[in-house]
């Protein structure tokens, strides 16, 4: 159905019909990286099967691997 390219605070999704999805990075002081592509990636996915359009998801997405940046270290 698609993919999800995130470089830094920048993502992106394209369809498998070409159509391109962009959200806006979300302000965040990085106190912890371990985990954020991770929860990012999940979060899509779970967004979409939740039945989020992509930028409804992509949106969800970057404000929850901001959480996972700005939290404790594991």
């Known amino acids: 159905e698609g993919a999800a390219l995130?470089?830094?605070p920048r993502v992106e999704a394209i369809t498998g019909?070409?159509?391109r999805y962009h959200a806006p990075g979300v302000p965040v002081?990085?106190?912890n990286t371990v985990g954020a592509g991770d929860?990012?990636?999940a979060a899509v996915v779970v967004r979409?099967?939740?039945g989020d359009d992509w930028?409804?998801?992509l949106a969800f997405a970057n404000?929850?691997?901001a959480g996972v940046l700005g939290g404790p270290t594991p």
């Open 17 to 19: 019909d070409g159509r």
């Open 48 to 50: 979409r099967l939740a």
């Open 39 to 41: 929860a990012f990636f």
């Open 55 to 57: 930028p409804a998801a």
């Open 29 to 31: 002081t990085a106190t």
């Open 6 to 8: 995130r470089e830094g």
């Open 63 to 65: 404000r929850y691997a």
